[in-house]
């Protein structure tokens, strides 16, 4: 082919690539928007839906702000369209959980709204390819307050995470006698899903080729691995320790905040039923890592004392399921371990086995977090051994350790 000609051709392709990717966000953007306005409007008893759009930030679900007018006025909605494999019995323990702690009194989480039927969800069937499947929609209340954070910016006040320790107590308070029947997140409790690691990272390991990505993992993939053996040695430890609902996503991205103090809990889409300890150890793995700087990959010891401490001053105000206990506290430090290898299986999951693009400087960067915070955890096991230590464990009013009014239950 004469080269000019072939010139021609390949602007004209790239031409033709661009205006083809551009319409396809187009009617991307009309499908879910028209969709969500659908949903709203012919399925709950809301109001005229006036406007439609996407909060960003979310990695499994896509959240939208749905704007409607009615009689009483203006009104704005949060509206969650679930990921492809959620199932239904999921969505039904999410909104059981919720609807169960709003009625204990625990307002500071976003209610779902019933539709015209008296469900907390509705359905459409969607085109894939060339077969039909399911999604799930549910409409809540759209929480005051600012979002400050999300789950990798996450350097708090003293106050904000005195604040989010307390409020994670008072719902393990409140939604400890919740009783989900045959509703469960199909997610395996902690320690069952620990024994699942070894092969799911010897498995992505098989997938790698040649990237940035791969060759990090490939070359941490062996103090991976042993960090999963030894997080095993502790379950002969957690026998009739408390089991109850737990979050499972407790960061500062998933809370509002107004003068530091949280005003706002939402995101229950992961919750299940596993040991408290895991959800503790959890939010220390969120809320007191380090994502930048010279101490980017640490764990803020001082931070997690904090928040540890603030948990334990809240806790003791309820009798089930009270403080954490001896036992708890001695588990502590391997659960943290293992709640950062809960975090750490996302970042290579979610880039070896969810078939969308991806950034590789993006997800490099997740997983050399939790490697350098496995790293570390490692490291300092005595040094997290003594988080719950009584010294400055009681504070004077206003300052870190004191129960705020707006706060309690």
Same mark, same amino acid.
């Given at each position: 082919m004469d080269p000019n000609r072939a010139n021609e051709l390949f602007e004209l392709a790239d031409r033709l690539s661009t205006d083809a990717t551009k319409l396809r966000a187009e009617l991307e953007f009309e499908f879910a928007t028209s969709q969500l306005a659908e949903v709203v409007d012919e399925d709950y008893d809301l109001g005229e839906v006036v406007g439609v759009e996407q909060i960003f930030g979310g990695y499994v679900n896509v959240s939208y702000a749905v704007h409607t007018r009615s009689d009483a006025g203006e009104q704005r909605y949060f509206v969650r369209k679930y990921s492809r494999a959620i199932t239904e019995p999921e969505v039904r323990f999410e909104h059981a959980l919720v609807n169960h702690i709003n009625r204990k009194g625990f307002h500071l989480a976003a209610r779902v709204y019933p539709n015209k039927a008296g469900e907390t969800f509705v359905t459409r069937d969607e085109l894939r390819g060339e077969r039909r499947e399911t999604r799930f929609f549910a409409v809540y209340e759209m929480l005051l307050g600012e979002?400050?954070? !999300?789950?990798?910016?996450?350097?708090? !006040?003293?106050?904000?995470?005195?604040?989010a320790a307390r409020v994670l107590a008072q719902f393990h308070h409140l939604a400890h006698?919740?009783?989900?029947?045959?509703?469960?997140?199909?997610?395996?409790?902690?320690?069952d899903f620990v024994r699942t690691l070894e092969k799911t990272f010897t498995d992505c390991a098989g997938q790698t080729t040649g990237t940035s990505y791969d060759k990090y993992f490939l070359a941490k993939l062996p103090a991976i691995l042993e960090a999963v053996r030894q997080g095993t040695s502790i379950e002969s430890r957690l026998a009739g320790l408390p089991f109850i609902p737990v979050h499972c996503d407790y960061h500062p991205g998933n809370q509002k905040y107004v003068d530091e103090?949280?005003?706002g809990l939402f995101d229950f889409d992961w919750s299940k039923v596993d040991y408290r300890i895991f959800d503790i150890a959890l939010a220390l793995v969120y809320f007191c890592s380090s994502w930048e700087g010279r101490d980017s990959g640490d764990l803020w010891l001082d931070k997690a004392a904090l928040f540890t401490r603030a948990y334990q001053e809240e806790a003791a105000k309820f009798d089930e399921p009270g403080p954490m206990s001896e036992a708890e506290l001695a588990a502590l430090p391997r659960m943290i371990?293992?709640?950062?290898?809960?975090?750490?299986n996302w970042d290579v999951t979610a880039y070896y086995e969810d078939d969308t693009v991806k950034n590789d400087d993006e997800y490099l960067m997740y997983v050399s977090h939790n490697v350098m915070l496995m790293e570390f955890i490692e490291a300092h096991l005595q040094e997290?051994?003594?988080?719950?230590?009584?010294q400055g464990a009681m504070s004077s009013p206003g300052e870190p350790g004191h129960s705020h009014d707006q706060e309690r239950v």
């Open positions: 979002d400050k954070y !999300t789950w990798v910016k996450n350097r708090c !006040t003293d106050r904000e995470y005195d604040s006698d919740f009783e989900p029947g045959k509703l469960a997140r199909e997610q395996l409790p902690i320690m103090r949280v005003v371990a293992n709640a950062n290898l809960f975090v750490l997290l051994a003594h988080l719950a230590d009584a």
